[in-house]
């Protein structure tokens, strides 16, 4: 077995202990309205919706390049089959069409080569099996739903998918495929 670090952002847990709390003659704390299970299923639903998104555009991405490509082919060639029959009219027209996506294509460009949206998909399901095991691991250590360790468990993995989502939302803003573009900074 390796002694390198899990390549899904995951630490160990690092979980703090509240064993002592109750030894210290303080009263215990209430747990609030906090269940663990509804928040990492959110955040395990989150996360699939935020997969499905990136796939959603990584098809639009790839639809946009074959049409924009397939017509400026397609123009450039029928411009110059146009041009040999002699019909000046259709070559013009053709070759313009040509011009016009390869303008669009050129105005509107992709991310790059190797998709950020594709390493997107595979990182949150990556991330989403890694908290479902762990969360799963917990459950069968802590048994009962209102245990602090539980809570704690829970709480340190919701930091752990924090941090990677942030880590994701990094490259893929650094992916935009208009830099000129500014964003709407309310989001």
């Given at each position: 077995?390796?002694?390198?670090?899990?390549?899904?952002?995951?630490?160990?847990?690092?979980?703090?202990?509240?064993?002592?709390?109750?030894?210290?003659?303080?009263?215990?704390?209430?747990?609030?309205?906090?269940?663990?299970?509804?928040?990492?299923?959110?955040?395990?639903?989150?996360?699939?919706?935020?997969?499905?998104?990136?796939?959603?555009?990584?098809?639009?991405?790839?639809?946009?390049?074959?049409?924009?490509?397939?017509?400026?082919?397609?123009?450039?060639?029928?411009?110059?089959?146009?041009?040999?029959?002699?019909?000046?009219?259709?070559?013009?027209?053709?070759?313009?069409?040509?011009?016009?996506?390869?303008?669009?294509?050129?105005?509107?460009?992709?991310?790059?080569?190797?998709?950020?949206?594709?390493?997107?998909?595979?990182?949150?399901?990556?991330?989403?099996?890694?908290?479902?095991?762990?969360?799963?691991?917990?459950?069968?250590?802590?048994?009962?739903?209102?245990?602090?360790?539980?809570?704690?468990?829970a709480l340190t993995l919701l930091?752990?998918?924090?941090?990677?989502?942030?880590?994701i939302g990094k490259y893929l803003?650094?992916?935009?495929?208009?830099?000129?573009?500014?964003?709407?900074?309310?989001?």
């Amino acid at each position: 077995m390796s002694s390198e670090a899990p390549r899904s952002g995951f630490a160990a847990p690092d979980v703090p202990r509240f064993d002592n709390e109750a030894s210290e003659g303080s009263a215990p704390r209430g747990l609030g309205s906090f269940a663990p299970d509804a928040a990492i299923d959110e955040q395990i639903a989150d996360l699939e919706r935020w997969a499905l998104g990136n796939l959603a555009r990584d098809r639009r991405e790839k639809l946009r390049f074959w049409v924009l490509r397939g017509l400026a082919f397609l123009g450039a060639a029928g411009a110059g089959v146009a041009a040999g029959f002699g019909i000046s009219k259709l070559a013009i027209v053709l070759s313009g069409l040509g011009a016009l996506a390869i303008a669009v294509d050129a105005a509107w460009p992709t991310g790059s080569f190797r998709n950020p949206h594709q390493r997107a998909v595979y990182d949150l399901r990556e991330l989403q099996n890694t908290l479902k095991l762990r969360w799963d691991k917990v459950r069968l250590a802590h048994p009962d739903a209102a245990a602090r360790e539980r809570i704690a468990h829970a709480l340190t993995l919701l930091d752990a998918v924090q941090s990677k989502r942030e880590e994701i939302g990094k490259y893929l803003g650094n992916a935009e495929p208009s830099p000129g573009v500014q964003r709407d900074s309310r989001r």
